[in-house]
T-cell receptor, first 113, second 113 residues
Framework: GAGVSQSPSNKVTEKGKDVELRCDPI?????LYWYRQSLGQGLEFLIY????????KSGLPSDRFSAERTGGSVSTLTIQRTQQEDSAVYLC???????????FGPGTRLTVL | QKEVEQNSGPLSVPEGAIASLNCTYS??????FFWYRQYSGKSPELIMF????GDKEDGRFTAQLNKASQYVSLLIRDSQPSDSATYLC?????????????FGKGTTLSVSS
């Protein structure tokens, strides 16, 4: 079956603009995670959704970051008033339940000028 | 103290040799351990996961876990140039039980033909 898909693959924006990144998880996967990977840094957890439970937002770096997951499937990560330090690859992963292996999408490369 | 530590490398091995990649973690309550491979410009790809002490083999790959020493390793037998990539160790459980993966920064492996 299809893997995790993300769009857009690349996004260039100006400082101060808002951006939306989309993730479509593997069909049937109940858990969805957002991570980001900055140049020279490891993967950093941002937020996690499991079913209809309240999301774990503990990794979000500031209140400019938010995410939602509609209908238990597609998720959108929104970054408001983007800053240059937001430039990174944003990766989405999904798993069949929280105890299982996570599979990553191809990522969205965000560049804030 | 970093939660998951890996030697950044590069680790250079000749084709056909065994590559040994190591990882230590700080949270003794960690439950699940994963190895991901990441080619340059690509997203992480799951190679192995291990939950119990001992060895787990899958083809040319063997994951080894020693919870008492808080140590997990990945052995790649008969290394091929196509194995050249960054290998990410990830840990789940403990203080963040059931949620995100905590990643090391990765070890770069270079296999020369």
């Amino acid at each position: 079956g299809a893997g995790v898909s993300q769009s857009p693959s690349n996004k260039v924006t100006e400082k101060g603009k808002d951006v939306e990144l989309r993730c479509d998880p593997i069909s049937g996967h109940t858990a969805l995670y957002w991570y980001r990977q900055s140049l020279g840094q490891g993967l950093e957890f941002l937020i996690y959704f499991q079913g209809n439970s309240a999301p774990d937002k503990s990794g979000l770096p500031s209140d400019r970051f938010s995410a939602e997951r509609t209908g238990g499937s597609v998720s959108t990560l929104t970054i408001q008033r983007t800053q240059q330090e937001d430039s990174a690859v944003y990766l989405c992963a999904s798993s069949f339940g929280t105890a299982n292996e996570q599979f990553f999408g191809p990522g969205t490369r965000l560049t804030v000028l | 103290q970093k939660e998951v530590e890996q030697n950044s490398g590069p680790l250079s091995v000749p084709e056909g040799a065994i590559a040994s990649l190591n990882c230590t973690y700080s949270d003794r309550g960690s439950q699940s351990f994963f190895w991901y491979r990441q080619y340059s410009g690509k997203s992480p790809e799951l190679i192995m996961f291990i939950y119990s002490n001992g060895d787990k083999e899958d083809g040319r790959f063997t994951a080894q876990l020693n919870k008492a020493s808080q140590y997990v390793s990945l052995l790649i037998r008969d290394s091929q140039p196509s194995d050249s990539a960054t290998y990410l160790c990830a840990v789940k459980g403990g203080r963040q039980a059931g949620t995100a993966l905590i990643f090391g920064k990765g070890t770069t492996l270079s296999v020369s033909s």
